[in-house]
């Protein structure tokens, strides 16, 4: 399945001789700028053509095979084994409770976000009641909405926190980012890093061969190599990511002399939760002038700039939550059995719906696998663990 996802290609929209464009860095890019409703589509349906579409018999023998080895474990099946490290009697009647004390501000962040929509798509587009159709929503599964920050924004003109022109004029490189975030660890007293860090991580996309950009962090457990794998770009959003990686390579170094068996997160979540912490004090203004890319007068709070930003944080933290909470409900329905392989893509579509408030643009069938567009799903790693918990920790 990750040969699948890795090597997928969609072809350019209205071009279907240049059929090279990847996820990262081509269709992020188009789902995050373009405006063009059919450009858009496009990208959505092709990506999930190309990937999830091809792996509807092999996930359905995943789910078997993992089930068989949970149960060997002695859990009834892989969404028990999944919730075990929480040690809560029911993970999701947790997370349900805990979501429906976010909803009535989703919702409402919902409703401003579809106004605005219908006011740029226009009415017959939007409709003022039907969910948010999902590919106009900056991103390719509507896990974040920040891209649309800029058609969407309550006060137009009010400039807030956007260091990234400010990261190109000054000439940052990729590895810069990380020497910052190095930086940032250090000035609280920890050590700097080994030399195997720097020998061993990519920290750009390499030119020579293709590899999976999720970004992601490493312990070779010998207590001296730990490893960074991103394709950064220099932007500000990578520069609160590569501090959220490097938040897992310092989790590492601090527990690197305990046994083996210690050698771990509190909890699946703790580990997220650490780097996203560390990611919300790197972008405050006090921090982003420290380091010189805001000038020191150059951020006076006022109510206009800060319900901006406000609102940016919001289409990123508070619109994660359901799509996050989608991820995992799903999969445990799956794994538990509640769902079978022919209702998969119709379930999907039905959590994205009651949760997320959104719709797929174009007809969806069983023919179509739409979770496997997803890195995480392929790849079979626990998502609400990664992610919810911390966010609804902040
Ligand atoms: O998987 C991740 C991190 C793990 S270290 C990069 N994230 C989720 C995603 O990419 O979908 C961070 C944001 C949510
Ligand atoms: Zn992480």
Known sequence: MLAIYNSASVCAYLEPLRCDLRLQPDLAAIMAKSRNWDELQHVWTEWRRQTGQKMRDPFEQMVRLSNQASKMNNFTDTAEYWSFPFESTDLFKDLENSWDEVKPLYEQLLTYVRRRLREFYGPE???????????????????????????TQPYP????????????????TPVDLFRLAEDFFVSMNMSALPLEFW??????????RIVLCQPSAWDFCNRRDFRIKMCTQVNMKDLITAHHEMAHIYYFMQYKNQPKVFRDGANPAFHEAVGEAIGLSVGTPKHLQALGLMPATGYRSKNLVDINYLYKMALDKVVFLPFALVMDKWRSDVFSGKVDKGQYNCHWHLLSEQYQGIKPPVLRSEIDFDPGSKYHIPANIPYVSLKYLEVMRQ
């Open 125 to 151: 587009r939007i409709s003022r009641q039907a969910p948010l159709p999902a590919h106009i929503l900056g991103n390719m599964w509507a896990q974040s909405w920040t891209n649309i920050f800029d058609i």
């Open 157 to 172: 003109g009010q400039t807030f926190l956007d260091v990234t022109p400010e990261m190109l004029k000054q000439g940052y």
């Open 199 to 208: 020998q061993g991580s990519i920290l750009e996309e390499p030119i020579d």
